[in-house]
């Protein structure tokens, strides 16, 4: 599905995603491979996919917006991404370049997103639990990304970054978020406001609970 791939890359330069790293790894990593069969005719239209246990894998360009924003800022490093969901996001990562570690609640996807991981032999480093406290035994981390919605800044994992480490995080209601970026520097953290979206929530201890409440 090359040809439906590059269709891909054009449409998100065309909505405004101009990094090119960002824009190959989006070419290289095959979207098809991470959703059913019945959803591969359509992998590469911008469009969110239910992919089992109330989940989404985002619309491309939502993924696209979010990795240009860590890439840009945090170019090389260690990254967390919380809510593996289909494995899409750890892919384009690894094929960034970042040493990936990414954590899943949900048993179900945690298993199918490590089967086409490992047949992609990428070096993502996985675990099955609450993302809402992170990896503290392997903290520090350069980045982190947040795949849900959260009700609020999570603290726990703005305490997992390096000094200089950025958090992409989607921060709101659960109806509508606004991307948040925040940056560490020392005890302080930075904050950048960007475009709203609309995210599954993120459930956990720091989230909204395991029932979304």
């Known amino acids: 599905m090359a040809r439906e ?3 891909m890359v054009v449409e998100l330069e065309r909505y405004g ?15 098809h491979l991470f959703v059913d069969a019945q959803s591969r005719p359509y992998a ?31 170019p090389s490093g260690k990254v967390l991404e919380i809510g593996t969901g289909s494995g899409y996001q750890a892919a384009i990562l690894a094929g960034l370049g970042y040493r990936v570690y990414t954590i899943e609640r949900i048993a179900g996807l945690y298993a199918a997103a490590g089967r086409v991981l490992d047949a992609l032999d990428l070096p993502v480093q996985r675990r099955l639990g ?6 503290p035994e392997e903290a520090p981390f350069d980045g982190i990304i947040v795949t849900a919605a959260a009700p609020h800044e999570p603290n726990t994992l703005m305490n ?14 659960l109806g509508s978020q606004q991307m948040t ?27 909204w609970g395991d029932n979304n409440e």
């Open 5 to 7: 791939r590059q269709e």
């Open 17 to 31: 995603i101009s990094n090119a790293r960002v824009l190959d790894a989006f070419l290289t990593v095959r979207r």
């Open 44 to 74: 590469y239209s911008d469009n969110a996919m239910p992919i089992g246990f109330g989940q989404t894998i985002s619309q491309p360009y939502t993924v696209a917006y979010m990795t240009s924003l860590l890439v840009e800022r945090v």
């Open 130 to 135: 609450d993302g809402t406290l992170g990896w």
């Open 160 to 173: 997992q970054l390096a000094d200089g480490g950025v958090m992409i995080v989607p921060v709101g209601d």
């Open 181 to 207: 970026v925040i940056r560490r520097r020392g005890d302080r953290f930075e904050h950048e406001i960007f475009h709203s979206f609309a995210f599954v929530p993120l459930c956990g201890r720091e989230g």
